[in-house]
């Protein structure tokens, strides 16, 4: 019992004990923490009055700096206005001064017109003085002369005039003699001239059958759609197939004018084409003639078969049955080639069955006989050379070729072959209203023409429109500047005055033009 009491003593001593040094210890720990803190604060207060200090300096610094370049710049502002200032002076004072000299210019010669003036009044004074001189001069000679003569001036005119009327009546009636000869001696060539333009415009109406097509219109608003905007529609249909568009008060139609039934046809199939399609602008316009021109060249191809079975000639050159074709678009005096070459064929194998002569030989010679024609108008020759250079140039045989060289009796016809051939170009072309000269002789005019403008460098073709009243020429613009056109043109009509009989006058249009493509993809 003892014992725990003892215990308990030491106990509560021991926790009084620890809680006195615990106590003592949180007391000195609370002062200690107040200096350290006390402490702390003080150097936060040191750093902050650094750098409030720092703070100043820099701010005066940067305001020293602010003020001294503000000074710059005004100072560079002040430079500026001044040479500014400096320059207008400077021009005001160029200028004052060219005023000046204007002006003592002007002086000058205002100077110098009034002496000029001075001098023209002297001048006019004394020419005055002069004439009344040469009056005076004059009245007295006019009185000498009638003292001598004895007449008065009234009766001096009087006998001139009549003098004068004698011979002038003398003039007239010779010159009045003369005039009838000559009208005598031109009377009978002027009437052949009449009579000749007589029979050519009775020949009009085929002309224009042959060379003229009629496109029919669903209206006659269609008119305006295909002329289009300040008329770019029709020219560009015009340059490109070299056809003349007439579009006049016909109702709903069109007529197409070329001598080339070729460009007639791919006009005319064109202007089908964009009538049914409805879009008429020149990128369309270029689009279709180039299928029509395709469309045309099938149709030659098939045509040139066709010619081939109708006169049951075999193993011909496929190059070749295409040139037959073309024939269906060339005319002779106005007979077509085609049908001709096929008369020709059928008539020499009729006639070199009689004789016994090989007839499919023969029917093959009359087919080719005109087959230079199909280029005669491209390639510089006769029809004969031509046809003779393109027989070789397909292999055809010796006496295919002989007869084509001998059918217009350029060389002697020396095999039976040849002179069959010659009488059935005859017998065809001899049929009654089968040629017309008239329109042959237009048309080689039309085509010489065409060759004339050809022929000079840096054209790349030509078109004969208006019944060959217009040549149309398009120009290489690489080849041929403005100047050089108007020289070209100028030679192109020296040509044709001096090469070409035709009536009224020619007009000759060069189009010059550059054109910039690009597709985007």
Known sequence: MGIAIVIL???????????????????????YRKKIAEAEIGTAEEYAKKLMEDAQKEAKTKQKQA???????????????DKEIKDRRNEINRQEKRMLQREEAFERKLEQFEKKEEQLQIKNTQAEKKLQEVEMIKN????????????????ARAQLLSSFENELEHEKAVRISRNEQQIKDQSENKARDLIGLAISRCAADHTSEITVSVVPLPSDEMKGRIIGREGRN?????????????????????????????RREIARQTLERLIADGRIHPARIEEMVEKSRREVERTIKAEGERAVMETNVQGMHPELIQLIGRLKYRSSYGQNILNHSIEVANLSGMMASELGVDASLARRAGLLHDIGKALNHEIEGSHIEIGV??????????????AIEAHHGDVEAKTTLAC???????ISAARPGARRENLENYIKRLEKLEEIANSFEGV?????????????????????????????????????????NYPG??????????????YAK
């Open 420 to 426: 069959i051939i010659q009488a059935a170009d005859a």
């Open 234 to 262: 029709i020219r560009s249909l015009e340059t490109l197939t070299g056809v003349d568009l007439i579009i006049d008060d016909t109702p709903e139609a069109i007529t197409l004018s070329c001598f080339d039934p070729v």
């Open 389 to 402: 250079d393109i027989s070789k140039k397909y292999k055809e045989s010796p006496e295919v070729i002989h």
């Open 67 to 81: 003020v001294v370049d503000a000074k710059d710049e005004i100072h560079k502002l002040r430079s500026e206005a």
């Open 505 to 518: 006058q020619v007009k000759v249009n060069m189009i010059r033009e550059s054109r910039a493509i690009e």
């Open 140 to 155: 007295n000679q006019l009185n000498m002369l009638e003292k001598i003569s004895g007449m008065s001036k009234d009766q």
């Open 460 to 500: 790349e073709s030509s078109y004969a429109v208006q019944a060959g009243r217009e040549i149309r020429i398009m120009v290489n613009p690489k080849m041929l500047s403005d100047d050089k056109m108007k020289i070209t043109v100028h030679d192109i009509v020296k040509r044709i005055e001096s090469e070409l």
């Open 9 to 31: 003593l030491i106990f509560v001593s021991v926790v009084v004990t620890g809680s006195i040094v615990a106590f003592i210890s949180f007391k000195f720990g609370i002062k």
